[in-house]
């Protein structure tokens, strides 16, 4: 391992976390040692000091996954709903919260043929990373043989924030490391870590610094340990507020995170973004068209998040499966600086799993549900989906208060 420096009279501050800088190479800051510290300043000309940043080992391949998980037309399956969340999806057709059920939905997930065509990515709780399908073969296996990188989720949940407004924090951070170096070795390459924050309460500013803390500190373990974090502030869709309110939060939100995953070294070009889309409430009056979601939130991504950012997958939050491929495939009508895609949950899930109901007859018949929709957002990502022969069941909203994951 080795140490460079460089004064604040000598150096930008761009060269912390872009290698993609005008005339800038990777030589230039290495010269051609593999190590993990590179030259970094701050801002500061009265004082003629310099200060070391960690970058990652794993730094190379760090980028490497992230540029394949945004690769065009594909996006991210999250499918690592925790055990008692996974209970409550498969109470609502009728069966058990079970081992074996949880086993059998997972199975058709990952087994979908064809699915790694339109999905890059699949974030799993941590009973699939270790758990093997129906037939006996490895999850993990499965995945990598449809070309589909496995991700894990890493945070712990939400729990009550003290001396806030009646908000949360996600917890986690505890024995972080270890567990990630565990989940690598199981075949995990990127991390996902989701803390939230409500309009309606507040959000105070201890809520806002503690979910921008929490996901700097994830993030910068994660890289340690050779995961790609994908990084996850959720604002919550609860709430009667309109479009503005939402983008004044946000732009705060995405502000605080930037600022601490800068203080905690983090290196933009192996992270992944998971934000939600800047829409009203989902009490709020005035809906917003796929074209007002596209403009507010484009305008705050170019606002608050470096190009160096490879991915921008976007969760769903509550939207119907149609809503949320229309407001992607707006955001995708005109170059982007980045991928720009999605990381969706029941928005991919939720006509599959009703097909489904619990029957090994209909697997197929949902897997192809599935994989419908799974196409219809890589056509989003692409900027060329339309709505045309979309089931009214695909239409449904999905929002459940205080839960839009």
Not at 52 to 72: F, G, N, R, W
Not at 178 to 195: D, L
Not at 224 to 248: A, K, M, Q, S
Request: aromatic share 8%; glycine share 8%; hydrophobic share 40%.
């Amino acid at each position: 391992m080795a140490t460079a420096t460089a004064t604040a009279t000598t150096t930008s501050t761009s060269l912390l976390k872009s290698s993609s800088a005008e005339g800038l190479d990777k030589s230039d800051w290495i010269k051609g040692q593999s190590i993990r510290h590179v030259a970094v300043v701050k801002c500061n000309p009265s004082v003629n000091s310099s200060l070391s940043v960690k970058a990652s080992s794993y730094a190379d391949e760090l980028v490497k996954t992230a540029k394949s998980i945004a690769s065009p037309g594909r996006g991210i399956l999250a499918m690592d709903e925790s055990n008692a969340t996974c209970g409550k999806r498969l109470d609502s057709i009728g069966l058990e919260n079970t081992e074996a059920n949880r086993q059998a939905y997972r199975t058709l997930l990952v087994s979908a043929p064809g699915l790694g065509q339109y999905v890059s990515g699949a974030i799993l709780f941590e009973e699939t990373l270790y758990q093997s399908t129906s037939d006996g073969k490895k999850m993990v296996d499965v995945l990598v043989e449809q070309n589909i990188m496995p991700g894990i989720k890493v945070d712990k949940g939400l729990v009550p924030l003290a001396g806030s407004n009646n908000e949360s924090w996600c917890q986690g951070l505890d024995g972080l490391a270890t567990r990630s170096a565990a989940y690598y070795q199981q075949g995990a390459r990127f991390a996902k870590w989701r803390t939230v924050v409500s309009i309606p309460n507040g959000p105070s500013a201890l809520a806002v610094k503690e979910a921008a803390w929490g996901l700097a500190r994830y993030a910068s373990i994660s890289q340690d340990n050779g995961l790609v974090p994908i990084v996850e502030p959720e604002i919550l869709l609860d709430g009667e507020h309109g479009i503005d309110r939402t983008f004044e939060v946000a732009n705060k939100v995405w502000a605080e995170v930037f600022y601490y995953l800068t203080e905690n070294n983090v290196m933009f070009e192996g992270i992944l973004l998971k934000p939600s889309m800047v829409t009203p409430g989902a009490e709020c009056r005035d809906r917003a068209s796929p074209q007002q979601v596209a403009g507010y939130t484009l305008r705050l991504l170019r606002q608050r998040i470096p190009p160096a950012v490879p991915g921008i997958m976007f969760l769903s939050g509550g939207q119907s499966e149609v809503e949320a491929t229309l407001n992607l495939n707006a955001m995708n009508q005109a170059p982007n600086p980045w991928h720009v895609s999605f990381s969706y949950a029941r928005a991919l899930q939720n006509t599959c799993l009703k097909t489904w109901g619990g029957r090994p007859e209909n697997v197929q018949a949902a897997q192809e549900t599935l994989l419908l929709r799974a196409k219809s957002n890589s056509l989003a990502q692409l900027g060329k989906y339309t709505e045309e022969g979309e089931s009214e069941e695909a239409k449904q909203g999905m929002f459940v208060k205080g839960y839009t994951y």
